[in-house]
């Protein structure tokens, strides 16, 4: 009884969601995330990253926190689904879940590697503003001997929690650069997913 | 010469549709720009990052930027026409002070102190934008041999830009070739400053034409202020409805 009402609720909001998409931007009650929420989030976040890129620890040791503070601060799920793009589809549950983890230690080790330029540096976060349904939090690095770049985090709430769900550097979105080589990488592998999960685990 | 550039840019033009800036890319002529691209990766593995390597470890980084700061300094008068033609008087305004200062105080452009001690930060812009902001729309993607990743509009503007610099009238030989030698020095010597990103996107990705189709586009349409897709949208409220709806 309870369950039939509740599918009946879900199916009428899904309804209302593609009708109109104006409901989508509305907050969804106590939940709903703040400018604020998203900004202190996203300084914690470049706070993490600042004090991993000057530890002065070895590479395996940071690139282990920065798959901590991934996992911690990023939406794996969604990065992680928008990269597998339609071929999430047809995946089963277990191939999720296995992919998902497989490319939280791929990011982490590929772009952990890259923000070893970094060293010395600061990243602070200057503005936030809304976005279609989502918080952009606008970050600026301030780099050794180098021009400062632009960062944004993109935050939304999902299942209760404020996460980022894509980082873009000077407008190029993460995910979209990996949702490009998942894609690539699955095409090699003439679009086994098993394969490109058991490749991901060493890649990056 | 400009005649030719003009019929070009026209004959370009029409074949670039009203519609285009957003996601994704339209690129109906794949197979041949990925045998320029093939030919682009060639250039770069065997002439241009061993030169940019060599230049990188000749000088200083303090001299390479600075004849980086000098190229972009060159650059400035095409941007005031750009920001001219765009109706951007404010832009147009900084970056002329910003020519006079770095032209002046900072010997040639070699210095920067419009930017350290006045606060004006150059406002990039090109012909291209332009095209942008006239309500062109992008056209179909095109990788250009030795140039690189462009779409029709863009290259339209690239060709444009070789016209709309005033110091290239203003100057007779050999000042003329100043600025045309600091433009190519800066790029090699970008080459050389960001050679872990382009090393990464060439020689280790998956598909480096597909990499560098996308990495492009995101990138000229950031710079460009071109909004979210709806597509784009759609899919992210969608996915969270999916995985967190009621």
């Given at each position: 009884m309870v369950n039939s009402s509740s599918i009946s609720r879900r199916g009428f909001t899904t309804g209302l969601l593609a009708t109109t998409s104006v409901v989508a931007l509305a907050p969804t009650g106590a939940m709903a995330l703040t400018a604020q929420q998203a900004s202190s989030l996203v300084a914690e976040v470049v706070a993490e990253i600042t004090s991993i890129i000057n530890s002065g620890q070895s590479e395996s040791r940071m690139l282990n926190r920065f798959e901590r503070v991934f996992k911690r601060y990023a939406n794996t799920t969604v990065i992680a689904f928008r990269c597998l793009g339609a071929d999430a589809r047809r995946a089963s549950n277990s191939q999720k879940r296995a992919f998902v983890q497989a490319f939280e230690g791929y990011i982490a080790r590929k772009y952990g590697r890259r923000f070893r330029?970094?060293?010395?540096g600061r990243i602070d976060v200057q503005n936030v503003r809304q976005v279609k349904s989502w918080f952009e939090v606008n970050a600026r690095t301030q780099l050794q001997g180098s021009a400062p770049f632009s960062v944004d985090f993109l935050v939304k709430e999902g299942g209760g929690r404020n996460l980022f769900f894509d980082m873009l550097i000077e407008g190029i979105s993460l995910t979209r650069v990996e949702r490009e080589e998942i894609g690539a990488m699955l095409d090699s592998r003439g679009g086994d997913l098993d394969r490109l999960i058991s490749d991901l685990r060493s890649a990056g | 010469m400009k005649f030719f550039a003009t019929l070009m840019a026209v004959g370009f033009l029409s074949a670039?549709?009203?519609?285009?800036?957003?996601?994704g890319h339209r690129d109906p002529n794949e197979d041949v720009n990925r045998r320029t691209h093939a030919f682009n990766v060639a250039v770069d593995r065997n002439l241009y990052a061993p030169a940019s390597n060599a230049y990188g470890k000749g000088l200083s980084r303090n001299t390479r930027r600075g004849i980086g700061r000098a190229a972009s300094n060159f650059a400035l008068p095409g941007r005031v026409v750009n920001n001219l033609l765009q109706l951007d008087l404010e832009g147009a305004a900084r970056n002329s002070f910003r020519f006079l200062i770095n032209s002046t105080l900072g010997f040639g452009g070699l210095g920067d102190p419009a930017g350290n001690?006045?606060?004006?930060e150059e406002e990039t812009t090109d012909f291209g934008e332009t095209l942008y902001k006239w309500g062109f729309g992008e056209g179909r993607y095109v990788e250009l041999p030795f140039v690189g990743p462009s779409t029709e509009r863009h290259t339209v503007g690239r060709v444009v830009d070789l016209f709309t610099n005033p110091l290239g009238y203003a100057l007779d030989a050999p000042e003329n070739l100043l600025s045309p030698t600091s433009q190519v020095l800066a790029k090699v010597g970008s080459r050389y400053e960001y050679a872990a990103t382009i090393d990464a996107l060439l020689y280790?990705?998956?598909?480096s034409y597909a990499q560098a189709r996308n990495l492009y586009l995101q990138q000229r349409r950031y710079e460009l202020g071109v909004d979210v897709s709806v597509e784009e949208t759609d899919e992210i409220d969608a996915l969270f409805e999916e995985l967190y709806g009621e």
């Open positions: 330029e970094f060293i010395g | 670039c549709s009203q519609q285009g800036d957003g996601s001690d006045f606060g004006l280790e990705s998956e598909d």
